[in-house]
């Protein structure tokens, strides 16, 4: 089987996968047409990009070494899943192969105990929201950064019209803060931008003058 890992690929498999109590979690689990990498606290599960004529299958990838690839939008690392090895090559946006130092060859996880968690059982069957809260991600990333690695944060929102407000309280001196602008539906579950209010002052109707023609 052949799959290509994108850099978003690998930016999932390192900041997961960092469970050191359980060996089977320092892997990224190939299964069902699916990437999926876990530690104690989160799962993220994400579409692989499988290469047309590949046949699908189960292994598992030590997030060690998938950690050392260096996929970008001109050099696609490409995955190659034998029976009982794995390598990795470089190809550019053409499907040529690219000369990249250091190419691959290494074996699937074989040791441990245990099995991978099945990561659809881990989803909650009732699939009802009662709404969604949309938070740009690279207004997460400047949070996170403001807070210690042992903050507990505490996010809410209070009505559909208000922002995002956080709070990391567990410190000598609390972190408190709101994200916003922010507007959430309800009803049908969707967010929209902050559109500005339209002016209650109706348009006051011109005529051209001489100055306009000339």
């Not at 290509?4 to 109590?21: F, H, P, Q, S």
């Not at 034998?82 to 053409?94: A, F, H, I, M, R």
């Not at 505490?154 to 309280?169: A, N």
């Amino acid at each position: 089987m052949k799959i290509k890992l994108d850099r978003y690929d690998i930016a999932m498999v390192c900041a997961v996968t960092k469970e050191t109590g359980k060996p089977i979690l320092q892997n990224l689990c190939l299964r069902d047409g699916k990437l999926a990498v876990a530690d104690g606290f989160m799962l993220v599960v994400r579409e692989a990009n499988i290469l047309e004529g590949s046949q699908d299958g189960e292994t598992l990838l030590p997030a060690s070494i998938i950690k050392t690839i260096r996929s970008t939008p001109k050099r696609q690392a490409e995955l190659v899943c034998e029976d009982t090895s794995l390598s990795v090559s470089y190809k550019d946006e053409k499907g040529d192969a690219v000369e990249y130092d250091p190419t691959l060859h290494f074996k699937p996880y074989t040791g441990g105990i245990g099995k991978y968690p099945a990561s659809p059982d881990l989803f909650p069957k009732d699939t009802a929201k009662k709404a969604y809260i949309a938070l740009n991600v690279g207004l997460l990333k400047k949070l996170v950064t403001c807070l210690p690695d042992n903050g507990i944060l505490r996010i809410g929102i209070v009505d559909e019209f208000s922002p995002l407000e956080f709070e990391c309280g567990n410190l000598d001196r609390s972190i408190r803060g709101m994200l916003m602008p922010m507007y959430v539906d309800w009803k049908e579950f969707e967010w929209h931008r902050e559109k500005p209010e339209a002016s209650s002052e109706p348009l006051k109707e011109t005529t051209p003058t001489q100055e306009d023609h000339k």
